[in-house]
């Protein structure tokens, strides 16, 4: 027993020892901003259950030995969100002299050929203000409006290359397709829940509206059958529409896998207006299954076979008259 307690207490020493050694030639200040961003991730990161913190406290020090000033922790903060792990948190240090471009046009992305008798509807990132988002939503809903006939046999919904950005407009854009109610969740380390609900109109977290728009309409054909296709450049918001269709029955997904990073993010001012936009929570869908990696497609297929095997498939069901369970 006698010796069981002393090697306890060797372990100990050693590891108080390491981390003082790690911590003696950072300034005050320097080790201050340092504990303000591990104290964020320890507090709110998507991964903060998975993480030792103290062993990962000791290698963020020993990353910014010597550090002075708050600009010379930079390497540590950056050295700290890749060792977070989860591909989808980044910092944006105030001095970067290339700051991340929040007002990138929108991506123009080609529109398929598609037969008559199926819909068709390309879903691109988004990013900007009340003005684009409304301009957004409404572009995406008169195109879906203008191909709506009662001889429709399904709808496609391309997904893919969309690589994120404000999914609260895209859940709007596709809700005559989508349909109303519980569409999916977002569910944090500590297993709290928000639900993402659609409603004439208008997307809710929990009860509270995020997003609205006027044009209001149902398809002709009230429950279509839908097929959505990804790829690996499909990402972050754009997996969000990916699991909101996921939950969604008389859906199939065609492509390949997407990108993988199917978490919701927030953005941290810190305190020297250096910010840290982190992953906080992971998408779950309607039947509450959990995502928060890659999310597959039913059918694999090359990128040129993806809107063909689509097709087949939406004229398949129909020529069957059958029920698909996803």
Known sequence: MKKMILIIVIVLTFSLSCKNNATKSISPTAKEYIDEVITLLENNSVHRNKIEWEKFKTKIYSKATNAQEIKDTYPSIFFAIKEINDKHSYFEPINNVAPINTEKPLLQLKDEIIPNDIGYIRIPYFIGDENKKQYYIQVILEKIEKQD??????????????FGGNMWPMLLSVEPILGNGNVGYFLNSNSQYESWK??????????????????????????????VLINNKTASSGEAISVAFKGRNKTKFFGDSTYGVSTGCKSYTLSDGSRINLAISTFIDRNHIKYGNSIAPDVKCKETETVEKAIEWINLINANNKQIIP
């Open 198 to 227: 659609l409603f004439e109109g208008k997307t809710y977290l929990n009860d509270t509206i995020v997003a609205s728009q006027e044009n209001v309409f149902q398809l002709k054909n009230n429950n279509p059958y839908v097929a």
């Open 149 to 162: 006939h009662l001889g429709i046999k399904g709808w496609i919904v391309d997904l893919r290359d969309n």
